[in-house]
């Protein structure tokens, strides 16, 4: 079966501080697909970034950056020097390629204050 | 534009009555999706169709129902089945089994009053 956790349900965080939000997914496919998308409050997600189980190099983008590690099954998300305009809803998901589902975690609240 | 459109964005039902929700994109995408977002569970699958006239039950198909009559539509029917049906759903689509990003609409909320 697969399976996304997110166990932190809130983050909040005073604006430039650093914060990563964790993900650590289950699931028996040697190839599948770990995303990240946002959900700011007008309730459409956006996508930030793909990453497939071959690929385990981190990557940077900007002021975000994740880090997989297929030894710990985790998809971590960072936000350095965060901003109050990071404040949403992050979810992390997971695709088998053998079944197509799309599946979701939690998500985690993220709060930066000014 | 192209994108997903559902409408409408506010729903209100009254108990024992069924509710079509629409979801229309124009992306082209073979695949479509329906989400329930409540709040501490995040996105459980409803249903889901990766071609046109088949469709596969998720997590939580249980009072559910949809049709996948052409390729830019998948409308999910809430029946008076289910039996909580207050929540936030998102529709999203992507193209078919290449594990590409999924495109979300901007949901419909429905509440049973």
């Known amino acids: 079966a697969q399976k996304v956790t997110q166990a932190q349900t809130e983050i909040s965080v005073v604006e430039k501080e650093d914060v990563t939000l964790d993900c650590v997914y289950e699931?028996?496919?040697?190839?599948?697909?770990l995303f990240w998308y946002k959900q700011p409050p007008s309730g459409e997600l956006v996508f930030l970034i793909r990453?497939?189980?071959?690929?385990?190099q981190n990557e940077i983008s900007g002021r975000y950056s994740w880090n997989f590690q297929k030894s710990t099954s985790s998809f971590n998300f960072t936000i350095t020097a965060s901003q109050v305009v990071d404040s949403a809803v992050y979810f992390c998901?997971?695709?088998?390629?053998?079944?197509?589902?799309?599946?979701f975690g939690q998500g985690t609240t993220l709060q930066v204050k000014p | 534009d192209g994108g997903i459109t559902q409408s409408p964005k506010y729903l209100f039902r009254k108990e024992g009555q069924n509710v079509t929700l629409s979801c229309e994109q124009n992306?082209?995408?073979?695949?479509m999706y329906w989400y329930r977002q409540d709040p501490g569970q995040g996105l459980r699958l409803i249903y889901y169709?990766?071609?046109?006239?088949?469709?596969q039950k998720g997590d939580i198909a249980e009072g559910y129902s949809v049709s996948r009559e052409k390729k830019e539509s998948f409308p999910l029917t809430v029946t008076s089945a289910q039996k909580n049906p207050t929540a936030f759903y998102l529709c999203?689509?992507?193209?078919?089994?290449?594990?590409?990003?999924?495109?979300f609409g901007q949901g419909t909320r429905l509440t049973v009053v």
């Open positions: 999203a689509s992507r193209w078919g089994n290449t594990n590409t990003e999924a495109f």
């Open positions: 990453r497939n189980s071959f690929d385990e």
């Open positions: 169709s990766q071609i046109v006239n088949d469709f």
């Open positions: 992306l082209n995408h073979d695949a």
């Open positions: 998901a997971l695709d088998s390629s053998n079944t197509g589902k799309l599946i």
């Open positions: 699931t028996r496919d040697t190839t599948y697909y």
